[in-house]
């Protein structure tokens, strides 16, 4: 897969593969959240009990108070080339109007890596949950999707000086369920389909997507800036005239300042700064 002419060095040596991914059977299951408990541990048993080892988390219509999160923010150091803001707080909370959460392993112990929009104290916001910190406010439904044969398992990444989800396979490798990470400089719309591509696939919808990426360029709407952080509101892969797998991808986008776009992704201007996490149910 081509790197987008739009590219950021990392502090540390490139990975030599770029796009990675495990595959195994789609599980889904609903459930409701228990108030009082950490966004984490709200999601953790039930996942365990549909023996869902990585997978996502639909953030939709979830109550969160208190609820504390982070926004993208410029480095501070020459060890990274992006940071996070001071963590803000919301303690009457919020309800998340659309987000998506990354499901796996941190430390032996389950976790979360999520991203949202929301409307707040000071109007509409959108940033990164500090999935530990944050709470259940009310009982709330949940979907969730996975499988159990593979995980996402968090793990430093010596080439951006972060600790990362990436996917780990764990059992046969079956299935139509995909977990895959796209590292720095892939494109986001190139690496989503260059992943249906490798498991045989030229249709698929895209479950979940969440990371970083250089600046944004949307239909309509761009940022220039870098960082930028986005989750995937919705995304299909479907042939093209030439039978070639095409993705469709809109995202939600916030920079270091607090300024949120939205829309259709522009293929081949979108770089990938840190990682973009994806999970795609192949059809």
Same mark, same amino acid.
């Given at each position: 897969?081509?790197?987008?002419?739009?590219?950021? +060095?990392?502090?540390?040596?490139?990975?030599? #593969?770029?796009?990675? $991914?495990?595959?195994? /059977?789609?599980?889904?299951?609903?459930?409701?959240?228990?108030?009082?408990?950490? !966004?984490?541990?709200?999601?953790?048993?039930? !996942?365990?009990?549909?023996?869902?080892?990585?997978?996502? #988390?639909?953030?939709?219509?979830?109550?969160?108070?208190?609820?504390?999160? +982070? =926004?993208? $923010?410029?480095?501070?150091?020459?060890?990274?080339?992006?940071?996070?803001?001071? *963590?803000?707080?919301?303690?009457?909370?919020?309800?998340?109007?659309?987000?998506?959460?990354?499901?796996?392993?941190?430390?032996?112990?389950?976790?979360? /890596?999520?991203?949202?929009?929301? /409307?707040?104290?000071?109007?509409?916001?959108?940033?990164?949950?500090?999935?530990?910190? $944050?709470?259940?406010?009310?009982?709330?439904?949940?979907?969730?999707?996975?499988?159990? @044969?593979? %995980?996402?398992?968090?793990?430093?990444?010596? %080439? *951006?000086?972060?600790?990362?989800?990436?996917?780990?396979?764990?059992?046969? @490798?079956?299935? &139509?369920?995909?977990?895959?990470? !796209?590292?720095?400089? %892939?494109? !986001?719309?190139?690496?989503? @389909?260059?992943?249906?591509? &490798?498991?045989?696939?030229?249709?698929? *919808?895209?479950?979940?997507?969440?990371?970083?990426? =250089?600046? $944004?360029?949307?239909?309509?709407?761009?940022?220039?800036?870098?960082?930028? @952080?986005?989750?995937? &509101?919705?995304?299909?892969?479907?042939?093209?005239?030439?039978?070639?797998?095409?993705?469709?991808?809109? *995202? #939600?986008?916030?920079?270091?300042?607090?300024?949120?776009?939205?829309?259709?992704? =522009?293929?081949?201007?979108?770089? +990938?700064?840190?990682?973009?996490?994806?999970?795609?149910?192949?059809?």
């Amino acid at each position: 897969m081509s790197p987008s002419p739009r590219r950021i +060095v990392q502090p540390g040596p490139p990975h030599p #593969v770029r796009i990675e $991914s495990a595959i195994g /059977h789609l599980r889904e299951l609903s459930f409701t959240a228990t108030p009082g408990l950490s !966004l984490v541990d709200a999601v953790a048993g039930p !996942l365990a009990a549909a023996c869902i080892r990585g997978g996502t #988390v639909d953030l939709a219509g979830l109550h969160l108070a208190p609820f504390d999160y +982070v =926004i993208p $923010s410029l480095s501070p150091d020459a060890e990274h080339v992006a940071f996070y803001s001071e *963590t803000r707080r919301e303690p009457g909370g919020v309800r998340i109007e659309s987000g998506t959460a990354t499901f796996g392993q941190r430390d032996g112990a389950p976790f979360l /890596h999520a991203h949202a929009l929301w /409307h707040g104290s000071a109007g509409v916001a959108a940033g990164h949950i500090l999935p530990l910190d $944050s709470r259940i406010g009310t009982a709330s439904e949940v979907r969730a999707s996975g499988v159990a @044969e593979a %995980e996402m398992r968090a793990t430093p990444d010596a %080439e *951006t000086n972060f600790t990362l989800f990436g996917p780990v396979q764990l059992g046969a @490798e079956a299935g &139509r369920c995909v977990l895959g990470r !796209l590292r720095p400089n %892939e494109d !986001l719309v190139g690496g989503i @389909e260059a992943l249906c591509q &490798r498991h045989g696939a030229t249709r698929a *919808t895209v479950l979940s997507g969440i990371g970083s990426t =250089i600046g $944004s360029r949307l239909d309509g709407a761009r940022i220039d800036t870098t960082p930028t @952080e986005f989750f995937i &509101r919705r995304g299909t892969v479907a042939p093209d005239a030439t039978g070639r797998a095409r993705a469709e991808i809109e *995202t #939600v986008v916030v920079d270091h300042t607090g300024t949120i776009i939205a829309g259709r992704v =522009i293929p081949g201007l979108n770089p +990938v700064l840190i990682c973009a996490e994806i999970v795609l149910s192949l059809t």
